[in-house]
């Protein structure tokens, strides 16, 4: 049977966006409220099997949110630690990655530093990237890392092989597929994209493996990678900007409505 895996971030409480994670309106829009993600959870262990749930970023909310309500469904989640930011603000720290990991939840890697674009960094960088993070998390847990998830969504074959070299044998991209394949060591393994506004229905579609949103959600990446590809920072900024932009707009919007 098809494993699929399915990518989350933060999970934050009424609207509480700078309570875990990183601060930004391009990263809100991937924190869910907890009353959803409970719901989420709830469907898809009632209507889908071989589901794995993996958890970027290293939010406070995955021990403090995510953890809990995974364990209330009997389920273990894979969560993903950028090593730079143990211990800040909003941030998971390393007592707290040590109990993850006592209560049964898998800890990999998600870079050091969380760069923009990490298949655009040199060689030397990527490797690096991923050889501290992997040191970093078994000295805390004194056990080798051997998973790790890309950041930012910018993979290519030279930034498997670096995991690779780093001791790392399962490699999580945001490519929405169930596709499985090996670059040297490393196998490279696809997930489909959970944001905010994703409802129940549309993730337990996509954990059920439902064609049509897997191939919508794999269409919208396809023409998102490439404007990735041609645009680089160019591209990024806008994203940044548009996100900006809907975000004022909302609050407008939501203003407007309070003062009828």
């Not at 990999?108 to 990237?129: A, F, K, L």
């Not at 080798?144 to 890309?150: F, G, L, R, W």
């Not at 579609?205 to 404007?227: E, N, T, V």
Request: glycine share 8%; with cysteine; charged share 20%.
């Amino acid at each position: 049977m098809t494993t699929v895996a399915l990518l989350y971030h933060d999970v934050v409480r009424n609207g509480a966006f700078d309570s875990s994670g990183f601060t930004s309106p391009d990263a809100d829009i991937y924190k869910l409220d907890a009353d959803l993600f409970r719901r989420h959870v709830r469907s898809i262990t009632e209507t889908a099997s071989n589901v794995l749930v993996t958890v970027d970023d290293g939010g406070v909310s995955a021990s403090e949110t995510i953890a809990p309500i995974l364990e209330e469904h009997g389920l273990s989640g894979y969560f993903f630690i950028p090593t730079n930011w143990i211990g800040r603000s909003g941030f998971l720290s390393r007592e707290q990655i040590r109990e993850l990991r006592r209560r049964g939840h898998l800890i990999g890697s998600h870079s050091c530093s969380h760069p923009e674009r990490i298949s655009h960094c040199t060689w030397q960088q990527v490797c690096d990237e991923w050889k501290r993070s992997a040191d970093t998390l078994f000295d805390i847990l004194s056990e080798p890392i051997q998973m790790a998830s890309v950041p930012g969504g910018f993979y290519n074959r030279s930034v498997a092989k670096a995991a690779g070299l780093a001791g790392i044998r399962t490699l999580f991209t945001s490519d929405p597929t169930t596709k499985v394949y090996k670059v040297e060591n490393c196998v490279v393994v696809g997930r489909f994209m959970i944001q905010r506004s994703t409802s129940t229905e549309l993730a337990t579609a996509l954990a059920r493996g439902d064609i049509l949103p897997r191939i919508k959600q794999s269409l919208l990446w396809s023409a998102k990678k490439g404007f990735k590809t041609v645009g680089g920072t160019t591209w990024l900024r806008f994203r940044k900007w548009a996100i900006a932009r809907m975000w004022i707009r909302r609050a407008q919007s939501s203003s407007s409505r309070s003062s009828i």
